[in-house]
């Protein structure tokens, strides 16, 4: 059973990568054939013909993003890794492993760990084995790491929750559009709230079993502690400053013709990262695509697209480049000095 189980996340995200890129290629193709000459040569034209059209008019889109929107998406992406740096500290504080480990290695392994996982996908793995080989060094065991790598990704989820709860009460409506996508995920604006409502309750529990000071949990040898107060507080505010500001990016690429305004944006962000990230695709390619589209039908295709390619540009691609030298040359000075200590044969 367990060997069919492992092919099952890897079809999954399959399925949902082609049928995500459809939806897109439609939507895409349906957009630039707004004008009744491209859309004749769109009917009349062969796979590549149309391809190359869509891809002129997502080019035309990016063209005319102004330099301070550059400007504004570049300060957005520091935002958001500075607080994904500040996850880091954050567990540590929670295991007690903070003295010791700078700020500034705090950052660099949190960088090079969400460049990569979001890139490569599977990121509790992915980034579980960088936080691994990082604090490890800095003398910190698995069970450390593990706790942390745990901590992070709830801290992402407790923002993710908060803010989708707080989309919901106020513009309930973001959720109508999902029912283009299938009939499945037609939910009325009442429902939209209740779900807010039933979000912002759960933070509400969170942070008051951490108010009454739960007890650790136990599995064999292995205890969970319950965050205290002091952590959750900072959970508060270092989980939806690092989302803001990678809606931001998107927020500040987007035409201001059209734009719905922060919260719609935000929250299409926070839909379509979610999916991505669930469907297991490396980067939610396709994915994320197809459902911000979906959620924001009252823009241009087009000029959505190449919001969104900006977004890969500055918060996937370009950390990713400058991450691997910081792999390389980290792996470098371990195998220098595991060299220097190893005792003579």
Not at 125 to 146: E, I, P, W
Not at 218 to 238: C, D, H, S, T, W
Request: glycine share 8%.
């Amino acid at each position: 059973m367990k060997r069919y189980l492992d092919y099952l996340w890897p079809i999954i995200g399959l399925v949902a990568v082609v049928w995500s890129v459809d939806l897109l290629w439609d939507k895409l193709k349906a957009e630039a054939g707004t004008d009744a000459a491209i859309e004749a040569l769109l009917e009349q034209g062969s796979f590549w013909d149309n391809l190359r059209i869509v891809a002129t008019r997502i080019g035309q889109k990016i063209a005319v993003i102004p330099t301070e929107a550059f400007f504004h998406a570049a300060l957005a992406t520091l935002v958001a890794y500075a607080a994904l740096a500040w996850y880091d500290r954050i567990a540590l504080i929670h295991i007690g492993k903070e003295k010791g480990i700078s700020w500034f290695y705090i950052a660099v392994c949190s960088f090079v760990t969400y460049a990569l996982s979001h890139n490569i996908g599977a990121s509790v793995f992915s980034g579980g084995m960088v936080r691994y080989r990082a604090y490890t060094a800095k003398g910190l065991t698995a069970a450390d790491v593990a706790v942390l790598v745990a901590l992070c990704s709830f801290t992402f989820a407790f923002g993710t929750i908060l803010l989708m709860g707080l989309v919901l009460l106020y513009e309930p409506e973001i959720l109508r559009p999902l029912g283009r996508l299938s009939s499945r995920f037609t939910i009325g604006d009442g429902a939209a709230r209740l779900i807010g409502v039933g979000m912002l309750a759960f933070v509400a529990l969170y942070t008051i079993g951490s108010w009454l000071k739960f007890k650790p949990f136990r599995i064999g040898k292995f205890e969970v502690i319950y965050p205290r107060l002091p952590i959750v507080a900072r959970q508060y505010l270092a989980a939806p400053l690092e989302l803001a500001g990678a809606a931001g990016i998107i927020y500040f690429a987007l035409p201001e013709q059209g734009n719905p305004g922060f919260m719609i944006v935000l929250g299409a962000f926070l839909l379509s990262f979610s999916a991505g990230l669930l469907s297991q695709v490396p980067g939610g390619v396709g994915v994320m695509e197809a459902v911000f589209l979906a959620v924001m039908p009252g823009m241009p295709a087009p000029a959505v697209f190449a919001a969104l390619l900006i977004w890969r540009l500055f918060y996937l691609i370009l950390p990713l480049v400058i991450s691997l030298p910081v792999v390389l040359a980290f792996e470098r000075a371990q195998l220098k000095r595991n060299t220097r200590i190893a005792p003579p044969p």
